[in-house]
Protein backbone atom coordinates (compact mmCIF):
# COMPACT_ATOMS: atom_id res chain seq x y z
CA UNK A 1 0.00 0.00 0.00
CA UNK A 2 1.43 3.59 -1.10
CA UNK A 3 0.50 6.79 0.75
CA UNK A 4 1.65 10.37 -1.39
CA UNK A 5 2.19 12.61 1.43
CA UNK A 6 2.25 16.24 0.17
CA UNK A 7 3.41 19.15 2.98
CA UNK A 8 2.37 22.93 1.61
CA UNK A 9 4.75 25.89 2.20
CA UNK A 10 3.65 26.15 5.91
CA UNK A 11 4.45 22.34 6.73
CA UNK A 12 8.32 23.74 5.01
CA UNK A 13 8.24 27.15 7.04
CA UNK A 14 11.37 26.75 9.03
CA UNK A 15 13.85 23.84 10.82
CA UNK A 16 10.54 23.51 13.28
CA UNK A 17 8.01 22.50 10.46
CA UNK A 18 10.39 20.33 8.96
CA UNK A 19 10.97 17.96 11.86
CA UNK A 20 7.41 17.88 11.99
CA UNK A 21 7.22 16.64 8.84
CA UNK A 22 9.96 14.16 9.23
CA UNK A 23 7.78 13.50 12.27
CA UNK A 24 4.92 12.51 10.36
CA UNK A 25 6.43 11.27 7.37
CA UNK A 26 8.42 8.41 9.52
CA UNK A 27 5.58 7.52 11.72
CA UNK A 28 3.68 5.42 9.13
CA UNK A 29 5.91 3.19 6.62
CA UNK A 30 3.20 3.91 3.72
CA UNK A 31 4.14 7.15 3.28
CA UNK A 32 6.38 6.21 0.55
CA UNK A 33 6.16 9.18 -2.33
CA UNK A 34 6.85 13.11 -0.28
CA UNK A 35 5.61 15.98 -2.11
CA UNK A 36 6.67 19.59 -1.34
CA UNK A 37 6.03 22.67 -2.26
CA UNK A 38 8.04 25.52 -1.68
CA UNK A 39 9.20 27.09 2.61
CA UNK A 40 6.28 28.77 3.14
CA UNK A 41 5.38 32.13 5.47
CA UNK A 42 6.97 31.80 9.35
CA UNK A 43 4.33 33.83 10.30
CA UNK A 44 1.79 36.54 8.87
CA UNK A 45 4.22 39.27 7.86
CA UNK A 46 6.72 36.86 6.06
CA UNK A 47 6.63 35.81 2.56
CA UNK A 48 6.89 32.58 0.67
CA UNK A 49 9.83 31.29 -1.12
CA UNK A 50 7.75 31.28 -4.38
CA UNK A 51 6.94 34.67 -4.09
CA UNK A 52 10.13 35.98 -2.95
CA UNK A 53 11.44 34.68 -6.55
CA UNK A 54 8.93 36.59 -8.43
CA UNK A 55 10.20 39.38 -6.93
CA UNK A 56 13.80 38.36 -8.00
CA UNK A 57 12.67 37.54 -11.29
CA UNK A 58 11.20 41.43 -11.72
CA UNK A 59 14.29 42.93 -9.97
CA UNK A 60 16.05 41.04 -13.19
CA UNK A 61 13.86 41.57 -15.88
CA UNK A 62 14.24 45.62 -14.66
CA UNK A 63 18.08 45.59 -13.59
CA UNK A 64 17.34 46.44 -10.40
CA UNK A 65 19.70 45.45 -7.56
CA UNK A 66 18.75 42.23 -6.37
CA UNK A 67 21.02 41.75 -3.81
CA UNK A 68 18.97 41.79 -0.96
CA UNK A 69 16.36 39.60 -1.92
CA UNK A 70 18.98 36.67 -3.01
CA UNK A 71 20.32 36.99 0.02
CA UNK A 72 16.82 36.65 1.75
CA UNK A 73 16.49 33.75 0.05
CA UNK A 74 19.39 32.08 0.28
CA UNK A 75 19.26 32.73 4.13
CA UNK A 76 15.87 30.72 4.72
CA UNK A 77 17.57 27.67 3.07
CA UNK A 78 20.72 27.94 4.32
CA UNK A 79 19.02 28.46 8.54
CA UNK A 80 17.27 25.09 7.76
CA UNK A 81 20.37 23.38 6.63
CA UNK A 82 22.41 24.37 9.52
CA UNK A 83 20.11 24.20 12.24
CA UNK A 84 18.95 20.63 11.52
CA UNK A 85 22.36 19.64 10.39
CA UNK A 86 21.42 18.62 6.83
CA UNK A 87 24.81 16.99 5.07
CA UNK A 88 22.93 18.43 1.42
CA UNK A 89 25.37 20.79 0.55
CA UNK A 90 22.69 23.43 -0.64
CA UNK A 91 25.20 26.19 -0.63
CA UNK A 92 26.79 24.50 -3.76
CA UNK A 93 23.16 24.64 -5.47
CA UNK A 94 22.86 28.04 -4.31
CA UNK A 95 26.19 29.40 -5.92
CA UNK A 96 25.44 27.35 -9.15
CA UNK A 97 22.23 28.96 -9.02
CA UNK A 98 23.39 32.54 -8.49
CA UNK A 99 25.59 31.99 -11.90
CA UNK A 100 22.36 31.86 -14.15
CA UNK A 101 20.89 35.10 -12.34
CA UNK A 102 20.48 36.97 -15.56
CA UNK A 103 18.03 39.42 -17.14
CA UNK A 104 16.63 36.14 -19.22
CA UNK A 105 16.15 33.85 -17.10
CA UNK A 106 12.86 31.34 -17.43
CA UNK A 107 10.69 32.71 -14.91
CA UNK A 108 9.60 29.04 -14.67
CA UNK A 109 13.11 27.69 -14.15
CA UNK A 110 13.76 30.21 -11.61
CA UNK A 111 10.67 30.11 -9.46
CA UNK A 112 10.86 26.26 -9.31
CA UNK A 113 13.99 26.47 -7.63
CA UNK A 114 11.63 27.04 -4.43
CA UNK A 115 10.30 23.68 -4.51
CA UNK A 116 13.54 22.15 -6.39
CA UNK A 117 15.83 22.89 -3.40
CA UNK A 118 13.08 22.26 -0.71
CA UNK A 119 12.72 18.72 -2.46
CA UNK A 120 16.36 18.05 -1.66
CA UNK A 121 16.51 19.54 1.81
CA UNK A 122 13.74 16.82 2.97
CA UNK A 123 15.55 14.51 0.85
CA UNK A 124 18.47 14.72 2.89
CA UNK A 125 16.84 15.01 5.83
CA UNK A 126 14.22 12.23 5.67
CA UNK A 127 17.28 10.16 3.62
CA UNK A 128 14.53 9.34 0.71
CA UNK A 129 16.05 9.57 -2.99
CA UNK A 130 15.17 12.92 -4.33
CA UNK A 131 13.57 12.35 -7.54
CA UNK A 132 13.33 15.89 -10.08
CA UNK A 133 9.98 16.54 -11.20
CA UNK A 134 11.45 17.53 -14.55
CA UNK A 135 11.95 14.04 -15.07
CA UNK A 136 8.43 12.81 -13.58
CA UNK A 137 6.16 15.38 -15.08
CA UNK A 138 6.17 16.03 -19.10
CA UNK A 139 4.03 18.85 -20.50
CA UNK A 140 2.96 19.21 -24.12
CA UNK A 141 4.15 22.50 -25.63
CA UNK A 142 0.77 23.86 -25.15
CA UNK A 143 1.04 23.53 -21.53
CA UNK A 144 -0.91 20.20 -21.20
CA UNK A 145 -0.10 17.32 -18.97
CA UNK A 146 0.98 14.33 -21.16
CA UNK A 147 -0.11 11.68 -18.70
CA UNK A 148 0.86 8.93 -20.92
CA UNK A 149 4.62 10.25 -21.17
CA UNK A 150 4.01 10.79 -17.26
CA UNK A 151 2.54 7.96 -15.44
CA UNK A 152 5.29 5.32 -16.60
CA UNK A 153 8.18 7.37 -15.48
CA UNK A 154 6.55 8.13 -12.24
CA UNK A 155 5.56 4.16 -11.86
CA UNK A 156 9.50 4.00 -12.89
CA UNK A 157 11.03 5.89 -10.55
CA UNK A 158 8.88 4.41 -7.70
CA UNK A 159 9.78 0.69 -8.66
CA UNK A 160 13.61 1.72 -8.60
CA UNK A 161 14.06 3.93 -5.37
CA UNK A 162 10.54 2.53 -3.09
CA UNK A 163 10.49 5.92 -1.35
CA UNK A 164 10.92 9.35 -2.67
CA UNK A 165 10.63 12.94 -2.63
CA UNK A 166 9.34 14.95 -5.57
CA UNK A 167 9.01 18.45 -5.65
CA UNK A 168 5.75 19.88 -6.38
CA UNK A 169 5.02 22.88 -8.71
CA UNK A 170 6.46 21.67 -12.13
CA UNK A 171 7.70 19.47 -14.85
CA UNK A 172 9.16 20.16 -18.28
CA UNK A 173 8.08 20.21 -21.74
CA UNK A 174 10.00 17.83 -24.12
CA UNK A 175 13.05 19.76 -24.36
CA UNK A 176 13.59 19.29 -21.00
CA UNK A 177 12.93 23.47 -19.82
CA UNK A 178 11.53 23.97 -16.96
CA UNK A 179 6.98 24.80 -17.23
CA UNK A 180 4.99 25.35 -14.23
CA UNK A 181 1.56 24.43 -12.85
CA UNK A 182 -0.65 27.29 -11.91
CA UNK A 183 0.08 28.67 -8.10
CA UNK A 184 -1.07 26.02 -5.86
CA UNK A 185 -0.02 23.30 -8.20
CA UNK A 186 1.88 21.01 -6.08
CA UNK A 187 -1.37 19.90 -5.00
CA UNK A 188 -1.97 18.90 -8.85
CA UNK A 189 1.28 17.25 -8.55
CA UNK A 190 0.90 15.13 -5.57
CA UNK A 191 -2.73 13.80 -7.28
CA UNK A 192 -1.32 12.51 -10.55
CA UNK A 193 1.75 10.61 -8.25
CA UNK A 194 -1.41 8.86 -6.46
CA UNK A 195 -3.03 8.01 -9.60
CA UNK A 196 -0.01 7.08 -11.27
CA UNK A 197 0.58 4.67 -8.03
CA UNK A 198 -3.23 3.80 -7.49
CA UNK A 199 -2.03 5.13 -4.42
CA UNK A 200 -4.33 3.70 -1.67
CA UNK A 201 -4.61 7.33 -0.03
CA UNK A 202 -3.09 10.50 -0.77
CA UNK A 203 -2.71 12.96 2.03
CA UNK A 204 -2.52 16.30 1.88
CA UNK A 205 -1.11 18.09 4.88
CA UNK A 206 -1.51 22.27 5.71
CA UNK A 207 -1.92 24.11 8.73
CA UNK A 208 -5.71 23.45 9.21
CA UNK A 209 -7.26 20.69 10.25
CA UNK A 210 -9.01 20.11 7.32
CA UNK A 211 -11.91 22.07 5.84
CA UNK A 212 -14.12 23.88 7.86
CA UNK A 213 -18.05 23.43 7.41
CA UNK A 214 -18.33 27.67 7.38
CA UNK A 215 -15.68 30.27 6.38
CA UNK A 216 -14.16 30.95 9.74
CA UNK A 217 -13.44 34.86 8.80
CA UNK A 218 -17.57 35.18 9.63
CA UNK A 219 -18.36 32.06 12.08
CA UNK A 220 -15.25 31.84 14.51
CA UNK A 221 -14.12 28.42 15.30
CA UNK A 222 -16.52 26.68 12.78
CA UNK A 223 -16.55 22.81 12.59
CA UNK A 224 -14.27 20.76 10.68
CA UNK A 225 -15.80 18.14 8.47
CA UNK A 226 -14.94 14.61 8.84
CA UNK A 227 -16.17 13.35 5.77
CA UNK A 228 -17.38 14.83 2.84
CA UNK A 229 -17.70 13.70 -1.17
CA UNK A 230 -15.87 14.97 -3.89
CA UNK A 231 -19.32 16.61 -5.20
CA UNK A 232 -20.17 18.16 -2.02
CA UNK A 233 -16.69 19.64 -1.75
CA UNK A 234 -16.96 20.92 -5.38
CA UNK A 235 -19.81 22.61 -4.77
CA UNK A 236 -18.18 24.49 -1.78
CA UNK A 237 -14.85 25.16 -3.69
CA UNK A 238 -17.11 26.44 -6.36
CA UNK A 239 -18.93 28.55 -4.12
CA UNK A 240 -15.65 30.33 -2.58
CA UNK A 241 -14.48 27.68 -0.29
CA UNK A 242 -10.83 28.00 -0.69
CA UNK A 243 -9.29 24.25 0.08
CA UNK A 244 -7.56 22.81 -2.54
CA UNK A 245 -6.13 23.65 -5.90
CA UNK A 246 -9.69 22.96 -7.89
CA UNK A 247 -7.87 20.52 -10.68
CA UNK A 248 -6.53 18.18 -7.58
CA UNK A 249 -9.84 16.09 -7.57
CA UNK A 250 -9.71 14.97 -11.16
CA UNK A 251 -6.92 12.76 -11.30
CA UNK A 252 -7.64 11.22 -8.29
CA UNK A 253 -11.60 10.71 -8.12
CA UNK A 254 -11.85 8.38 -11.34
CA UNK A 255 -9.56 6.08 -9.17
CA UNK A 256 -11.67 6.71 -6.00
CA UNK A 257 -8.63 7.11 -4.20
CA UNK A 258 -9.47 9.70 -1.14
CA UNK A 259 -7.82 12.77 -0.35
CA UNK A 260 -7.08 12.97 3.47
CA UNK A 261 -6.29 16.91 4.25
CA UNK A 262 -4.54 16.94 7.27
CA UNK A 263 -2.87 19.26 9.88
CA UNK A 264 0.71 19.54 10.51
CA UNK A 265 0.70 21.10 13.82
CA UNK A 266 -2.11 18.80 14.78
CA UNK A 267 -0.98 15.28 13.24
CA UNK A 268 -3.64 13.18 15.66
CA UNK A 269 -6.84 15.05 14.27
CA UNK A 270 -8.13 13.44 11.43
CA UNK A 271 -8.91 16.41 9.59
CA UNK A 272 -11.29 15.84 6.57
CA UNK A 273 -11.49 12.49 4.34
CA UNK A 274 -12.61 13.55 0.87
CA UNK A 275 -14.05 10.20 -1.43
CA UNK A 276 -16.53 9.52 -3.80
CA UNK A 277 -19.12 7.98 -0.86
CA UNK A 278 -19.64 9.14 2.53
CA UNK A 279 -20.96 6.81 5.28
CA UNK A 280 -21.24 9.40 8.02
CA UNK A 281 -25.19 10.23 8.60
CA UNK A 282 -24.40 12.41 11.97
CA UNK A 283 -25.29 15.89 9.69
CA UNK A 284 -27.95 16.51 7.07
CA UNK A 285 -25.79 19.93 6.31
CA UNK A 286 -22.30 19.32 5.35
CA UNK A 287 -21.06 22.60 5.04
CA UNK A 288 -22.20 26.53 3.91
CA UNK A 289 -20.24 29.04 1.36
CA UNK A 290 -20.94 31.88 -0.47
CA UNK A 291 -19.63 34.60 -2.85
CA UNK A 292 -20.93 38.25 -2.80
CA UNK A 293 -20.21 40.37 -5.96
CA UNK A 294 -23.16 38.32 -7.84
CA UNK A 295 -25.50 40.42 -10.59
CA UNK A 296 -28.92 39.67 -12.54
CA UNK A 297 -30.32 40.17 -15.04
CA UNK A 298 -34.11 40.59 -14.59
CA UNK A 299 -36.02 39.41 -17.91
CA UNK A 300 -39.78 40.41 -18.49
CA UNK A 301 -42.27 39.35 -20.85
CA UNK A 302 -46.01 39.23 -20.60
CA UNK A 303 -47.29 35.98 -21.85
CA UNK A 304 -43.35 34.82 -22.03
CA UNK A 305 -44.44 31.50 -21.26
CA UNK A 306 -46.03 31.02 -24.42
CA UNK A 307 -42.93 31.61 -26.77
CA UNK A 308 -41.42 28.61 -27.74
CA UNK A 309 -37.22 29.77 -27.70
CA UNK A 310 -37.32 32.72 -25.77
CA UNK A 311 -34.80 31.17 -23.25
CA UNK A 312 -32.56 30.16 -26.01
CA UNK A 313 -32.19 33.51 -27.25
CA UNK A 314 -31.86 35.24 -24.31
CA UNK A 315 -28.81 32.44 -23.25
CA UNK A 316 -27.31 32.96 -26.79
CA UNK A 317 -27.10 36.98 -25.97
CA UNK A 318 -24.52 35.46 -22.52
CA UNK A 319 -22.91 33.28 -24.97
CA UNK A 320 -22.10 36.06 -27.81
CA UNK A 321 -20.54 38.07 -24.86
CA UNK A 322 -18.46 34.68 -23.52
CA UNK A 323 -20.63 35.11 -20.39
CA UNK A 324 -20.77 32.11 -18.27
CA UNK A 325 -24.38 31.81 -16.36
CA UNK A 326 -24.49 31.07 -12.20
CA UNK A 327 -28.51 30.28 -11.89
CA UNK A 328 -31.71 30.79 -13.67
CA UNK A 329 -34.20 31.19 -11.32
CA UNK A 330 -37.70 31.62 -13.09
CA UNK A 331 -41.31 32.65 -12.73
CA UNK A 332 -44.23 32.30 -15.66
CA UNK A 333 -43.39 35.86 -17.40
CA UNK A 334 -39.82 36.42 -16.01
CA UNK A 335 -36.75 35.12 -15.28
CA UNK A 336 -33.08 36.55 -14.02
CA UNK A 337 -30.20 35.08 -15.04
CA UNK A 338 -27.27 35.29 -12.73
CA UNK A 339 -23.57 35.82 -13.40
CA UNK A 340 -20.59 37.00 -11.66
CA UNK A 341 -20.24 40.17 -11.48
CA UNK A 342 -16.53 40.69 -12.65
CA UNK A 343 -17.84 38.91 -15.60
CA UNK A 344 -20.04 41.11 -16.82
CA UNK A 345 -18.21 44.91 -15.62
CA UNK A 346 -17.29 45.78 -19.36
CA UNK A 347 -20.32 44.45 -21.37
CA UNK A 348 -23.09 44.55 -19.21
CA UNK A 349 -24.89 47.45 -20.57
CA UNK A 350 -24.54 46.49 -24.20
CA UNK A 351 -25.94 42.71 -22.83
CA UNK A 352 -29.06 44.63 -21.61
CA UNK A 353 -29.18 46.40 -25.16
CA UNK A 354 -29.24 43.34 -26.79
CA UNK A 355 -31.48 41.68 -24.94
CA UNK A 356 -34.21 44.36 -25.30
CA UNK A 357 -33.37 44.19 -28.73
CA UNK A 358 -33.56 40.60 -29.22
CA UNK A 359 -36.07 39.85 -26.95
CA UNK A 360 -38.81 42.69 -27.39
CA UNK A 361 -39.01 42.59 -23.49
CA UNK A 362 -38.39 44.78 -20.51
CA UNK A 363 -34.96 43.98 -18.34
CA UNK A 364 -33.61 45.77 -15.73
CA UNK A 365 -30.03 45.03 -13.93
CA UNK A 366 -29.89 44.25 -9.92
CA UNK A 367 -26.54 44.12 -8.86
CA UNK A 368 -26.67 43.93 -5.22
CA UNK A 369 -26.90 40.55 -5.29
CA UNK A 370 -24.40 38.08 -3.18
CA UNK A 371 -25.20 33.98 -2.76
CA UNK A 372 -25.01 31.33 -0.30
CA UNK A 373 -25.09 27.64 -1.13
CA UNK A 374 -26.37 25.33 1.87
CA UNK A 375 -24.63 22.08 0.70
CA UNK A 376 -24.66 18.60 1.77
CA UNK A 377 -25.29 14.97 0.45
CA UNK A 378 -27.76 13.95 3.44
CA UNK A 379 -30.37 16.67 2.09
CA UNK A 380 -31.80 15.10 -0.25
CA UNK A 381 -35.46 14.23 0.26
CA UNK A 382 -35.25 15.40 3.71
CA UNK A 383 -38.50 16.86 4.54
CA UNK A 384 -38.45 20.37 6.36
CA UNK A 385 -35.40 21.39 5.41
CA UNK A 386 -36.25 24.21 3.55
CA UNK A 387 -38.66 25.10 6.90
CA UNK A 388 -36.25 25.68 9.07
CA UNK A 389 -34.03 27.58 6.20
CA UNK A 390 -36.85 30.08 5.78
CA UNK A 391 -37.57 30.20 9.14
CA UNK A 392 -34.00 30.94 10.19
CA UNK A 393 -33.49 33.94 7.73
CA UNK A 394 -37.18 35.09 8.54
CA UNK A 395 -36.85 35.78 12.43
CA UNK A 396 -33.40 37.63 11.31
CA UNK A 397 -35.20 39.63 8.72
CA UNK A 398 -33.54 38.63 5.57
CA UNK A 399 -35.25 39.00 2.31
CA UNK A 400 -34.94 36.02 -0.07
CA UNK A 401 -34.21 37.61 -3.46
CA UNK A 402 -33.44 33.98 -5.54
CA UNK A 403 -33.76 30.11 -4.54
CA UNK A 404 -32.79 27.27 -6.66
CA UNK A 405 -31.88 23.85 -5.88
CA UNK A 406 -30.68 21.48 -8.70
CA UNK A 407 -31.97 17.31 -9.25
CA UNK A 408 -29.30 15.94 -7.05
CA UNK A 409 -30.64 18.41 -3.90
CA UNK A 410 -26.71 18.42 -3.26
CA UNK A 411 -27.19 22.16 -2.35
CA UNK A 412 -29.75 24.93 -2.20
CA UNK A 413 -28.98 28.21 -3.58
CA UNK A 414 -30.18 31.52 -1.67
CA UNK A 415 -29.62 34.91 -3.11
CA UNK A 416 -29.65 37.82 -0.50
CA UNK A 417 -28.41 41.33 -0.60
CA UNK A 418 -25.09 41.80 -0.28
CA UNK A 419 -25.46 43.80 3.23
CA UNK A 420 -27.36 40.61 4.78
CA UNK A 421 -25.27 38.62 3.56
CA UNK A 422 -22.98 37.91 6.98
CA UNK A 423 -25.88 37.92 8.66
CA UNK A 424 -27.28 35.19 6.77
CA UNK A 425 -24.40 32.73 6.96
CA UNK A 426 -24.13 33.35 10.77
CA UNK A 427 -27.65 32.31 11.12
CA UNK A 428 -27.92 29.45 9.09
CA UNK A 429 -24.73 28.00 10.55
CA UNK A 430 -26.59 28.80 13.81
CA UNK A 431 -29.30 26.42 12.79
CA UNK A 432 -28.14 24.06 10.29
CA UNK A 433 -24.65 23.02 11.66
CA UNK A 434 -23.56 24.23 15.18
N1 LIG B 1 4.86 27.21 -4.15
C1 LIG B 1 3.84 27.33 -5.16
C2 LIG B 1 2.88 28.45 -4.80
O1 LIG B 1 3.10 29.17 -3.83
C3 LIG B 1 3.13 26.06 -5.43
C4 LIG B 1 2.47 25.42 -4.22
O2 LIG B 1 2.73 25.81 -3.09
O3 LIG B 1 1.67 24.53 -4.42
O4 LIG B 1 1.93 28.65 -5.50
Known amino acids: MVVVTKFGGSSLS ?8 K ?53 RFIEIQREL ?40 YLGYPFVDAKDLFVFSYSGILDEAETEPRIRRAFETYGTIVVPGFYGSYPNGEIHLFSRGGSDVSGSILAKALH ?22 NPKSILEITYSELRELSYMGANVLH ?37 SVVTGLAGKKDF ?23 FEKFHISIEHIPSGIDCFSVVVLKSQVENCKYEIVTELKKSLESEVSLDSDLAVLSIVGRNMAHKIGLCGTIFQTLGKEKINIKLLAQGPSELSIIIGVS ?14 LIA
Open 199 to 220: ASLYENWTDVSGIMAADPRIIP
Open 23 to 75: NIVLSDEKRKIVVVSALGKRDENDTKITDLLYILQAHLQYSVDYRDIWQMICE
Open 295 to 317: MSFNIYKQHMSNEVGFLRKALSV
Open 85 to 124: GISYDIQQDLDELAQKLSKNISVDYLVSRGEYLTAKLMSS
Open 418 to 431: TADYERALIALYRD
Open 246 to 282: EETVFPVQHLNIPINLKNTNDPSHPGTLIQNECHDQS
Open 14 to 21: CATQFSKV
